[in-house]
């Protein structure tokens, strides 16, 4: 175990362990107000006495990899680390009820965990995705608070990544709705691809209606993914009740966090950055060339490291790092701000032309009119590539079989004459009217190089106002990139009804997303005059 450990160390280039030796306590049961016991292994340095506890709650079992992975690391390191099975996980009691436990079952194992003679009362939290907010449903409400936080690509919220602009994310949904069904009978812990699984998973995407795509992705209900195809608003209470935000504020904890620009989190992410920091609090971020993946998981335990060092051990060595290091795709540079988005960056309209033309100037006149294309549920527009969970075909892909589609608008400038830098968020304008008043708007940007390759770098999608008439202006928030686009590529623009199977088809009848079976094409135009200046927004760092 020793070299083993050695080589990992070695493998995410931390700093050498200070304490070899760690004894782990395995299956704790830790007691709920309402009886339910939920299970606990427990690693520290061999013989230590009371230290602080660094509390890592998963529902994806504490035997996993990377749990016992982190959890060893800490440990080697001085710190005493808690990881926990969440309630109907893995021998935990209760039912797994996705979000909605999390804050209770949190607080009451803070107080135990308290009330031990081995915890000294200090308590700090550290993990990533669903683990990352378990920490956001206890830190905001615990007294007294924690110590410190460790949040690697998650969110306060997740109604927002869940619904981009509204719009039910299908193939993320899906595919962690079949990991959470299935994953306590996965070959090998689940270390490995079950092939014939994901196969079935994707056929499921096609399936209608969406309510009960679980029993054909795996065979099975999955709760989760029924309850989240049922509660659409923003305003239902399924959906408030789990979100920290408000309270993430006037939370006094300070906080790292890891992400990446392909992480489908990142957007939640940055508006609990950025508002942490605009209420006065210790926070800082590193953004990486990563998605949902390892790339991600080992930034976030070096980081864990440094942070927990820091503020556990008295280790401030690093805590002069800047708030925000971010890293530059294309440019392999990694930069450091104060404040996010950088105060160098300048939003800049690229506005749609006639004739399939991008310009940074408004189109003159008329424009030569609407560009017409019709959108068919019953043959949706595929995409390619983005912020995926399923690491095969995420971030960036070739869109040119996507681009000479009849339902894809496709929109290109001309060579760049110099490097053009992005960094920060982006946002699209887009005047559109369709002829059913159920639809939805999807907006990518691409970097397309000097051999005609078109890269996908950002996009966003929105569900247009239900039953609206005439010309609508649509906002489409796109996700924030840090991106440079080298001399002689060109931008471009392409405009759809929607992104399948990334997102769920809009089925153009107005019927309510788990249970729609009834399709019918919707007809688009998309204006760009003088009156009506379609544009994206681009965060231009420096000048262009």
Request: some cysteine; aromatic content about 8%; overall charge neutral.
């Amino acid at each position: 175990m020793g070299v083993l450990s050695r080589l990992f160390d070695r493998f995410l280039d931390l700093p050498p362990a200070s304490t070899p030796d760690v004894e782990v306590t395995r299956d704790l049961p830790v007691p709920m107000p309402d009886g339910v016991v939920l299970l606990a292994d427990r690693y520290r340095p061999r013989g230590a006495g009371p230290l602080p506890v660094v509390l890592m709650r998963t529902p994806y079992g504490k035997h996993k990899f990377d749990a016992k992975g982190t959890a060893r690391v800490l440990a080697r390191r001085g710190m005493q680390v808690v990881v926990q099975n969440a309630r109907g996980t893995f021998g935990s009691g209760g039912r797994f009820s996705a979000f909605h436990q999390e804050k209770d079952d949190g607080l009451a194992t803070a107080a135990w965990l308290r009330e031990q003679g081995w915890c000294d009362g200090r308590l700090a939290m550290a993990g990533a995705s669903y683990v990352g907010y378990t920490q956001w449903a206890v830190g905001p409400y615990l007294d007294p608070p924690l110590e410190a936080m460790c949040l690697g690509v998650t969110a306060s919220e997740f109604r927002t990544t869940f619904y981009p602009g509204g719009v039910f994310a299908l193939h993320n949904l899906l595919t962690w709705a079949a990991l959470i069904g299935t994953q306590e009978e996965a070959r090998w812990g689940g270390l490995l691809p079950d092939p014939r699984r994901e196969r079935s998973v994707r056929r499921a995407m096609a399936h209608v209606p969406i309510g009960t795509s679980d029993m054909a992705a795996i065979g099975r209900r999955v709760p989760f993914l029924r309850e989240a195809a049922a509660h659409t608003d923003a305003d239902d209470a399924f959906w408030t009740e789990t979100d920290n935000s408000a309270a993430a504020v006037r939370m006094t904890t300070p906080t790292s966090m890891v992400t990446g620009w392909w992480d489908l989190l990142l957007p939640a992410q940055l508006r609990d950055f950025a508002a942490l920091r605009e209420a006065g609090r210790r926070s800082r971020i590193l953004i990486g060339p990563w998605g949902h993946d390892l790339g991600a998981l080992r930034a976030l335990l070096s980081d864990e490291v440094s942070w927990l060092s820091a503020h556990l051990l008295g280790d401030t060595a690093q805590l002069q790092r800047p708030p925000v290091r971010l890293h530059l795709q294309r440019a392999n540079r990694w930069l450091d701000f104060d404040r996010w988005p950088p105060e160098q960056s300048r939003p800049t309209p690229l506005h749609l032309l006639p004739h399939r033309g991008l310009g940074w100037d408004v189109p003159p006149g008329e424009g030569g009119g609407p560009d017409r294309f019709e959108y068919d549920p019953a043959r949706p527009t595929r995409s390619r590539g983005g912020p995926l969970l399923d690491m095969r075909v995420s971030k960036q892909r070739d869109n040119r079989d996507i681009e000479p589609r009849s339902d894809v608008l496709v929109y290109t400038g001309a060579p760049l004459p110099r490097d053009l830098d992005l960094i920060g968020p982006v946002s699209a304008t887009v005047y559109v009217r369709t002829d059913t008043g159920y639809a939805d708007l999807f907006v990518r940007v691409c970097d397309v190089d000097a051999s005609g390759v078109s890269r996908n770098v950002t996009d966003g999608i929105l569900r247009l106002p239900s039953g609206g008439e005439g010309v609508v202006r649509a906002e489409v928030e796109l996700h924030p990139t840090g991106y440079r686009f080298l001399r002689g590529h060109r931008l471009r623009v392409q405009v759809a009804g929607g992104a399948f199977p990334r997102f769920a088809r809009n089925h153009g009848t107005g019927d309510p997303v788990e249970s729609a079976v009834r399709t019918r094409v919707t007809r688009f135009e998309i204006f760009h005059d003088a009156e009506h200046p379609s544009a994206v927004t681009l965060p231009v760092f420096g000048g262009h």
